[in-house]
Nanobody, 121 residues
């Protein structure tokens, strides 16, 4: 099974930018899509953005216009580019492979350790 590993987190000031990476041990196209999630302290895991095999990207309303998902096929890597960061974006960020069924994408891989993003005010 293809494993995904997140990296790139860190401490950043509000208004700053950060790019997270999600590197696959095999082909990212073994999934129907790659999703980015986050879990803030005391909150449930939230879907932040996604890129499908066809290249279609989507993002949550809470980050629309600030976060963007992209990928490098040759490197089997998916990125989450974050800008205009807010303290409310503080969370552990995860990527996961997704399968498509019934009109919806579902996280299908195992969860990694994620990467911590902390935004200071």
């Amino acid at each position: 099974q293809v494993q995904l590993v997140e990296s790139g987190g860190g401490l950043v000031q509000a208004g700053g930018s950060l790019t997270l990476s999600c590197v696959a041990s095999g082909s990212i196209f073994s999934f129907n899509a790659i999703q980015w999630y986050r879990r803030a302290p005391g909150k449930q895991r939230e879907l932040v953005g996604m890129i499908t095999n066809s290249g279609t990207t989507t993002s949550a309303d809470s980050v629309k216009g600030r976060f963007a998902v992209s990928r490098d096929n040759a490197k089997n890597t998916v990125y989450l580019q974050m800008s205009s960061l807010k303290p409310g974006d503080t969370a552990v960020y995860y990527c996961n492979g997704a399968t498509f069924r019934g009109g919806t994408y579902y996280a299908a891989g195992s969860w990694g350790q994620g990467t911590q993003v902390t935004v200071s005010s």
